[in-house]
């Protein structure tokens, strides 16, 4: 399978970025039609690229080859655009926005009552108004970031849709919108950007620990083993 092959690397980006699917989840997400997916999905099962399971959940997943040509194939786009500079910067600039939004989705979760920390029931409008200002600080910073990237890789713009949809969920106080798992929720579209940016430059998130700890560790030391 060669490495311009559009759908190809669509299909099998989509299946990393949903972990299992089916072929019309992956249709809508990248605005192919079914047939194209369906035919493509048979040809990456025949290569070895991708599993079909059946049972309860029926869909698609990658196998670790698939996982790795898609990778290659991410990488060509990436170098056919002359944008692996963008894409560096781009999850530079996203890094810290990550460990931001992180700490906010912990306090959408929990508040602190009569000096413990319990399950955030919603009940408390101050707080959750305080969690949602962050996150209007934060969204045009992130959509900034994204504005760079979609410019040489178009495919990074339905993040900021996505994003900006979650967000006037959230506004209108449907505060499932903000961390929920089984809906295209902020935290669910953000997870795939965090994703997508690791997979468009060959990484992955246990590497991206392993670094994040080392760099924990070697601050500490430079400042003496002081907290």
Request: aromatic fraction near 6%; charged fraction near 25%.
């Amino acid at each position: 399978m060669s490495e311009d092959d559009g759908p190809a690397m669509l299909v099998l980006h989509g299946l990393r970025l949903s972990g299992f699917a089916t072929a019309d989840h992956i249709a809508n997400r990248w605005a192919l039609d079914v047939p194209t997916v369906e035919l493509t999905l048979a040809r990456c099962r025949d290569d070895g690229l991708v599993v079909h399971r059946e049972g309860r959940l029926t869909g698609w997943m990658l196998s670790a080859a698939g996982r790795s040509t898609g990778e290659r194939m991410l990488a060509a786009e990436l170098d056919r655009a002359g944008a692996r500079g963008i894409a560096e910067a781009g999850y530079g600039a996203f890094q810290p926005l990550n460990a931001e939004f992180l700490a906010l989705c912990t306090d959408w979760q929990l508040r602190v009552l009569d000096g413990e920390q319990v399950l955030n029931d919603h009940q408390d409008p101050e707080h959750d108004s305080a969690v949602i200002a962050r996150l209007e600080d934060l969204h045009p910073r992130v959509s900034a970031i994204l504005d760079e990237l979609s410019a040489p890789v178009p495919r990074f713009a339905q993040y900021d849709a996505r994003l900006s949809f979650a967000l006037g969920r959230v506004r209108a106080n449907d505060v499932d919108w903000l961390t929920k798992p089984v809906i295209d929720s902020y935290h669910t579209v953000w997870f795939e950007l965090h994703e997508d940016l690791l997979a468009t430059l060959g990484r992955d998130r246990a590497t991206e620990t392993q670094a994040d700890h080392r760099e924990s560790n070697r601050n500490v030391s430079d400042r003496g083993g002081r907290g």
